[in-house]
Antibody, heavy 118, light 110 residues
């Protein structure tokens, strides 16, 4: 069975950093693009980052996080990561790890909560 | 900057049919945008309904269908049921690994 499990969320002050992790199981990690999607409290979904399935691990980011967030993969551990630097209060959200299949976001993790507050 | 548009709210009677749309502030949505649709109930992760315009995700009843209507992507729910009351989101592929979600539609079944 396909599972995505996020971890690493927490409460931090503005300007600090966090690293989110997503452990994947039940499918071949190297054959799927992956995404991070977030949802601020009471708000809609926002696409955050894309991780290409290829070995170069090409990344793309939403303008709102470009230059501050950085994604990566560890294929040996079947893990997806999101390094978040220079965090701002508006980054407060539930962050979901999502599998991409045929241009659809077909499997979602349960989410990990990030709170940025002084 | 192009924004993806959705109706903020819609309502449907039990057993009725409703169509939710997903458009662009500039330009038309086509299959090249690989529109997909997601259902979310409070406190839960989103669930995939439709991908690549009109392909149903595993386990999704055929009451849910996707299409292109005019210059927008559309999600049609037929035979609405009480548990269809949810938030619905579309997302469009903008190319080069960039995706943009719409603001979501809150569907009420009453």
């Amino acid at each position: 069975q396909v599972h995505l499990v996020e971890s690493g969320g927490g409460v931090v002050q503005p300007g600090e950093s966090l690293r989110l992790s997503c452990g994947v199981s039940g499918f071949t990690f190297s054959r799927h693009n992956m995404h991070w999607v977030r949802q601020a409290p009471g708000k809609g979904l926002e696409w955050v980052a894309f991780s290409d399935q290829n070995n170069r691990g090409t990344q793309q980011y939403a303008d709102s996080v470009k230059g501050r967030f950085s994604g990566s993969r560890d294929y040996s551990k079947n893990m997806l990561f999101l390094q978040m630097n220079s965090l701002r209060p508006e980054d407060t959200a539930v962050y979901y790890c999502v599998r991409d299949s045929n241009y659809g976001f077909d499997v979602w993790g349960q989410g990990t909560t990030v709170i940025v507050s002084s | 900057q192009t924004v993806v548009t959705q109706e903020p709210s819609l309502s449907v009677s039990p057993g009725g049919t409703v169509t939710l749309t997903c458009g662009l502030t500039s330009g038309s949505v086509s299959t090249n945008y690989y529109p997909s649709w997601y259902q979310q109930t409070p406190g839960q992760a989103p669930r995939s309904l439709i991908y690549s315009t009109n392909s149903r995700s595993s386990g999704v009843p055929d009451r849910f269908s996707g299409s292109i209507l005019g210059n927008k992507a559309a999600l049609t729910i037929a035979g609405a049921q009480a548990d269809d009351e949810s938030d619905y989101y579309c997302v469009l592929f903008m190319g080069s690994g960039i995706w943009v979600f719409g603001g979501g539609t809150r569907l009420t079944v009453l």
